[in-house]
C-alpha cells in the first residue's frame, strides 16, 4: 500500500482513500498492539486477475485451426473483449441451446 506522508511537527500519513493518521496516533497503536491490547486484523489479499466466476477458472487447453483463431480473433477485437472471453460466452451459449 503506498502512503503519503506530510512533514512537519503535526505530520500526517495519507492513505490512498484520503484517510489520515498522525504519527501520535500511529506509535500509540503501535504499542497498544506490541503489548497486546489490541489485535492485528488479518487481511487476505488476492493476487492476480479478478475472478471471472465464483469459482476458480480452469485452465483447458484445445486444438484450433489457424483460420478459426483469425475469425475468433477478429470477432473479440470487434467486441471489444478477450479471445478467452469470446470463447466462454460462445461455449455457455452453445451449452445453453
Known amino acids: ?16 482513500d484520503g484517510s489520515t493518521i498522525s504519527h501520535a496516533e500511529l ?10 491490547e489490541i489485535q492485528a486484523k488479518t487481511i487476505r ?5 479478478p ?8 485452465v483447458m487447453p484445445i486444438r484450433i485451426e489457424p483460420s478459426l483463431i483469425s475469425e475468433i480473433d477478429r470477432r473479440a477485437k470487434r467486441e471489444g473483449i478477450s479471445r478467452s472471453a469470446l ?3 460462445a461455449i455457455a451459449k452453445y ?3
Open 1 to 16: 500500500m503506498r502512503v503519503k506522508t506530510v512533514s512537519g511537527k503535526n505530520g500526517k500519513i495519507v492513505f490512498p
Open 27 to 36: 506509535e500509540k497503536e503501535a504499542d497498544q498492539w506490541a503489548s497486546g
Open 45 to 49: 489479499q488476492l493476487v492476480g486477475r
Open 51 to 58: 475472478r471471472l466466476g465464483e469459482d476458480i477458472g480452469k
Open 87 to 89: 470463447v466462454r460466452v
Open 95 to 97: 451449452l445453453a441451446s
